[in-house]
């Protein structure tokens, strides 16, 4: 085991040497991310509010996934200075059906000044794997109207194979106050998504594994094999470099969007299973500087069940 962490530390190494000074340059939106190298210079700034957000979620083989609180794993360790915000109590609208849904501004609100953060904050956000749920987190903040929300690219996985500071302790920060300015637009729902259909102007992405995408695979979640009419597939796994855990170089971001057509759209709308993977893809686009990209915040967990919503298979 130790072998082997010291072995995927000795590439990330080689990958971020490679990369360095090129990488987020190169982004056009290259503000909303920040470098781990960043972070640790600025883990004293008093403006600045770090933010753990992971939810540990497993595949179960029987069908649907499980959750374990990610507030365990803040609480054994985690990036010094940082709070931990739960997206499974705090920041889930309750639903009867969906689990995750966007939170009404009020609870938004409530929740965030709680954390000390206001609106005047830079907010780092990380998670861990993927970093799916920090980009989750990030466009919630984004649909509120806070403009100074990062992402920490590698999230806590990057961050801890360079063995930089981590801490069990926690720092007390006092409350703050956050007022949203909601953006429509943002994050959206079924009806939209429906009205979306066929539109030439458009671009439906689907973040989920092709096999999914192309009804060869059936999530039982989903009760019906392939996606939403139209939609196209830029799986979220790809996006992502699967040993730094960063966002790929904008370069091939860009060739896996031009792909599908989806630079040259007026709007942009992604989904997944259930509104988190495909945050990646929606974070993605925004690096690349498309100004008008929505998440369907229900995905093919609401989509899917509902008789009256149309769906198309390639098999």
């Known amino acids: 085991m130790a072998a082997r962490k010291a072995k995927t530390k000795r590439k990330i190494a080689k990958r971020v040497k490679t990369a360095r000074g090129s990488r987020r340059a190169t982004y056009p939106n290259a503000r909303i991310l920040v470098s781990t190298a960043w972070l640790d210079k600025h883990l004293d700034d008093p403006n600045l509010r770090i933010v753990d957000c992971n939810v540990a979620m497993t595949i179960n083989p029987q069908g649907g996934y499980e959750i374990r609180k990610g507030r365990d794993d803040w609480a054994a360790a985690h990036i010094p200075g940082a709070t931990f915000i739960d997206l499974v109590e705090e920041l889930a609208a309750p639903h009867p059906k969906l689990r995750f849904m966007m939170t009404p501004p009020k609870q938004f609100e409530r929740v965030v000044s709680a954390h000390g953060i206001g609106n005047d904050h830079t907010v780092i956000l990380y998670s861990r794997g993927a970093n799916y749920w920090a980009t989750r987190l990030f466009l919630m903040f984004r649909a509120m109207g806070h403009r100074k929300v990062r992402v920490l690219n590698g999230g806590w996985d990057k961050w801890v194979a360079e063995n930089r500071p981590v801490t069990d302790k926690v720092k007390r ?67 992502i470099d699967p040993v730094t855990k960063e966002f790929l170089p904008a370069a091939a971001l860009r060739k896996k969007f031009n792909a599908v057509g989806a630079l040259k759209k007026k709007r942009v709308i992604t989904y997944c299973g259930g509104g988190i993977s495909a945050t990646t893809d929606s974070f993605a686009l925004l690096l690349l500087g498309h100004k008008n990209v929505a998440l369907y915040d229900g995905s093919m967990t609401e989509w899917g069940p509902d008789p009256a919503m149309p769906i198309e298979a390639d098999t």
């Open 173 to 239: 920060i006092a409350k703050a106050k956050f007022t949203a300015k909601p953006r429509k637009g943002q994050i959206i729902g079924k009806g939209d998504v429906f009205a979306a259909l066929g539109r030439s102007d458009t671009c439906i992405i689907n973040a989920l594994h092709p096999d999914v995408h192309s009804g060869r695979k059936l999530s039982p979640a989903y009760r019906r094999p392939g996606h939403i009419p139209g939609s196209v597939n830029v799986y979220s796994l790809e996006l």
